[in-house]
């Protein structure tokens, strides 16, 4: 069983930044696949970016000029650096992970953008 933590959301002004982690406890993090989702309300969960174990990143074309995704192995640690935030960033952010053929999520860390 893989248990993901995200942390990081919270308030930001439009063209801010924040850092999301999320953290993986079970299991050997190095050999999961990641994925970085978003849910804002009234809204279909979307996926925005993905990185394999070889460190091989994949962007949605919306955030690939103002977002990356890293990981760290030593640290169980996915991250999401998103830079020139918008309104419409506004959700709730998921960490995914797969492992096999399983897929395992976080709970999910609110970011706000707003004036």
């Known amino acids: 069983q893989v248990h993901l933590v995200e942390s990081g959301g919270g308030w930001v002004q439009p063209g801010g930044s924040l850092r999301l982690s999320c953290v993986a406890s079970?299991?050997?993090?190095?050999?999961?696949?990641m994925a970085w989702y978003r849910q804002a309300p009234g809204q279909e969960r979307e996926l925005l970016t993905t990185i394999n174990t070889s460190h091989n990143r994949n962007y949605i074309d919306s955030v690939k000029d103002r977002c990356a995704i890293s990981r760290d192995n030593a640290k169980n640690t996915v991250f999401l650096q998103m830079n020139n935030l918008e309104s419409s960033d506004t959700a709730v952010y998921y960490c995914?992970?797969?492992?096999?053929?399983?897929?395992?999520w976080g709970q999910g860390t609110q970011v706000t953008v707003s004036s």
């Open positions: 995914r992970a797969e492992s096999g053929t399983r897929a395992y």
């Open positions: 079970g299991g050997d993090f190095s050999t999961y696949f």
